[in-house]
């Protein structure tokens, strides 16, 4: 059966093979969603495998003070799901933990997940995946999907003395909330989205902040209001609102943000440059401070931080830029280069994640004994961030050199697991055992990334965690119309059936 013959009739898989057994990877955004299609589609036998003891991927890890999405709330949800509750235009991460675990119990997610269950490796041998835990569980299965996102391996610099801090010190994926920040001397390493977030939550709260900054960011003013109780009232009365509200939204974000990321000369870029030079030179009236925290290189080269009063806070008495580097961390706080100790009682690391991770560091072995560290040892990549060559039955969503800089990912993500799920099809439906892309078809899509990604903003001077070792974007470079219209159906040239 061809796959538009396939499509036709509908998809599922075929009724003369028993139905197969599916292993779903992380019980974040992604793996919600991936046990709510499965079950949707009738396929009744997976498990969702979850290191931790609850759900929500990166909105369980990040509590820290002022977490927020920088996607607009009626973006950031899932198209089957919408939430009429929002409090503001982007969500507190707290909300989004509970709207993720309110969408888990709805659809009766929970009996499907395994918790506490860390994998430790998968081994794909006589036609299936095989799975091993870090406490001893086993299970096999035809295919696997990868939901493990991006953004919960936590980086921690490469300081002199870092073990050393007398004081309390952690990253902001592992907020310790027992510490008060009551008048205390805070310092944070770090001048990114997260920081910027903990900087305007804690400022008036502590005693003296001191903000250690490498490379100042662009920042990008915008409001984040309460959501008016008269239009939460609409959109429960009638939800066909909320979807002219997400459809505005995504249109916008489309047109006015996404595509001009990836054409670095495009008009809105300069537009956007000129809205962020404007925001700092309205707001910061010291004209060395601003100095310090005007970037050299062009806006958006770096994820644009969303704040509306970030220049404001860190022009409190008690907020100090430091923008000496750091030379080690002493048992009394930070010395930098200049000489300087800046003495601190708590040092949050706000340093961000190990974004090339994915998989890693379950030990994944494919055919004939091929391992994904030795595949990836240079780089991680992944046919259309989904396959990998030599791994069949093996899809990951939000994979390598996906869209995760300028789209919301949940979309990435449904129309992702689509894709997935036509693959899956396509496979019972020429009664294959295995699916996988092939060499050529990976190595071809590559070739074209790293191309386009030579027209894209994030190419333009700066460093950022979307250059990889050679300082090609590890993301998707084209717009989200091609993101769209590859996910539309595969092309199953591109794919090895056995």
Request: aromatic fraction near 10%; charged fraction near 25%.
């Amino acid at each position: 059966m061809t796959l538009a013959k396939l499509l036709t009739h509908g998809g599922g898989y075929t009724m003369s093979k028993a139905a197969p057994r599916f292993i779903v990877i992380g019980a974040g955004m992604a793996g919600i969603l991936s046990a709510i299609k499965l079950r949707e589609r009738g396929f009744d036998d997976f498990t969702v495998y979850e290191k931790a003891d609850r759900l929500g991927g990166t909105w369980r890890e990040n509590t820290y003070p002022g977490v927020a999405c920088d996607v607009p709330s009626h973006l950031y949800r899932y198209s089957f799901a919408p939430n009429a509750e929002w409090s503001r235009v982007f969500s507190p991460g707290g909300e989004i933990l509970a709207y993720l675990e309110d969408v888990a119990r709805h659809h009766d997610v929970l009996r499907s997940i395994e918790f506490g269950a860390e994998i430790s490796s998968l081994e794909f041998r006589d036609g299936r995946w095989h799975l091993s835990t870090t406490d001893g569980r086993r299970d096999e299965a035809d295919f696997v999907i990868a939901a493990t996102g991006v953004l919960h391996h936590p980086k921690y610099p490469d300081i002199e003395g870092l073990d050393t801090f007398g004081g309390t010190m952690f990253h902001t994926a592992r907020w310790n909330h027992d510490v008060s920040l009551e008048a205390k001397r805070v310092g944070i390493i770090g001048t990114g989205s997260t920081a910027v977030q903990v900087v305007t939550a804690i400022v008036d709260t502590v005693g003296e902040l001191h903000l250690f900054q490498r490379t100042p960011q662009w920042v990008l003013p915008m409001e984040n209001t309460p959501i008016d109780e008269t239009d939460k009232e609409r959109y429960r009365a009638d939800p066909s609102t909320m979807a002219e509200v997400k459809n505005a939204l995504a249109q916008s974000f489309e047109n006015n943000f996404a595509s001009a990321v990836v054409d670095k000369n495009s008009p809105t870029l300069v537009m956007l440059e000129q809205t962020c030079r404007a925001n700092i030179e309205n707001h910061v009236s010291d004209p060395v401070l601003r100095a310090k925290l005007t970037p050299d290189y062009r806006a958006a080269c770096k994820r644009l931080i969303i704040a509306s009063d970030f220049y404001e806070k860190i022009q409190r008495p008690n907020a100090h830029l430091i923008t000496e580097g750091i030379e080690a961390i002493e048992p009394g706080g930070v010395r930098t280069r200049d000489g300087e100790l800046h003495e601190l009682d708590v040092l949050v690391l706000a340093t961000g994640f190990r974004v090339d991770q994915f998989l890693r560091p379950i030990r994944v072995t494919g055919r004939d004994g091929i391992a994904l560290d030795d595949v990836w040892a240079k780089r991680p990549s992944a046919y259309l961030a989904i396959s990998i060559p030599e791994f069949p039955n093996l899809f990951m969503l939000n994979g390598p050199n996906g869209p995760v800089g300028n789209f919301s990912l949940i979309d990435v993500a449904e129309l992702q697991f689509n894709y997935i799920m036509q693959l899956v099809d396509a496979a019972q439906a020429e009664s294959s055992r295995e699916i996988c892309a092939t060499h050529e078809a990976a190595e071809r899509f590559e070739v074209d990334r790293t191309e386009a990604a030579q027209n894209t903003v994030w190419v333009t001077g700066c460093r950022s965690w979307y250059l990889d070792d050679r300082g090609v974007p590890a993301a998707w470079p084209w717009g989200f119309d091609r993101f769209r219209s590859e996910m539309a159906a595969p092309k199953l040239g591109d794919y090895e059936l056995v």
